[in-house]
Structure formats: C-alpha cells, structure tokens
C-alpha cells in the first residue's frame, strides 16, 4: 500500500485569469501584520461566480490598510471602498474584517509584472449587472 496515491486527483491550471470582466464574491478576509513590519494589510480572497467557465478560482489582493506610506493606505482604502459601492453595501464603515465578506461585485482583472511573472490583479471593480456575453454570427436567429 503507498503512502499517497495521486493518480486520479484532479490537474490544476493555475495560469492566471485572463484579462476581463469577473462576477467574484468576497469569500475570505483577514489582516495581518506586513513582512516588513511597518503596518497592516488586508488580505482577501474573491472566488469567481461567473462567467461559468473560470468559477471557483480564485483572486487574492493584498491592500496596505495601515502603513507608514500613506499613499499605500489611500489606494486600500479607495480599493476597499470601489468594491463595498459596487456591492451594494448599506455601510462603508466595517464594524470587524468579517464583515467585507459575501459581497458581490465585478471585478475587472488586468495582469501585472510581480517577480518575472504575470499575475491576474484586480483593477477596479463595477456593480453587478448583465455580464458581456460573447456571441458569434451562427448563434444569431436571423
């Protein structure tokens, strides 16, 4: 008998998310001290809803919430509000982390450089409405 027995698990391809328009909920949130040891960042992961084909991945986003750096604090906090406006939220004040959790919005993804690799990241986000659909001349009726 082994010790492990990976044959029929499940192959993941975690190339980064294609540049687009993402319906993703806020499923996680935390915060944690920086590695450098000079603030606070918001960790937070949004898992994809639609469009079908990419659901469950995920997007994590690091925000600087608390920072020596205050412009670091500044585009958090306008990131942190762009999303909570794009959800509906009644408040945004958060009362714990736990509450930037179960919203939904879309998110537009664009890539980045990070260490010699391309990263999916979230660029601004919009308020939920007809996802773009793509079509082509055959599924036309006419």
């Known amino acids: 008998m ?7 698990a499940k192959e993941n391809n975690f190339a980064p998310l294609p540049e687009g328009e993402y319906l993703v ?14 603030g606070e960042i918001m960790k937070v992961t949004y ?3 639609l469009p079908l084909e990419y ?6 986003d690091n925000m600087s919430i ?13 990131k942190i509000k762009s999303f909570l406006k794009a959800a509906g ?6 009362e714990t982390v736990g509450d930037y959790c ?18 999916a990241s979230i660029s601004y986000f919009k308020a ?10 055959s599924d036309l009726p006419f």
């Open 47 to 49: 898992r994809v809803l």
């Open 102 to 119: 179960g919203y939904k919005a879309i998110a537009v993804i664009k890539h980045r450089e990070f260490n010699g690799n391309k990263q």
């Open 66 to 78: 608390r920072h020596t750096n205050q412009m670091a604090v500044e585009i958090a906090l306008s």
């Open 128 to 137: 939920p409405g007809v996802m773009p659909v793509e079509t082509s001349e």
């Open 55 to 60: 659901e469950g991945r995920k997007v994590f």
């Open 2 to 8: 082994s010790f492990l027995d990976a044959t029929n």
């Open 25 to 38: 909920v806020s499923d996680f949130a935390e915060v944690k001290d920086n590695s450098a040891g000079t």
């Open 89 to 94: 939220a009644k408040s945004l004040k958060l």
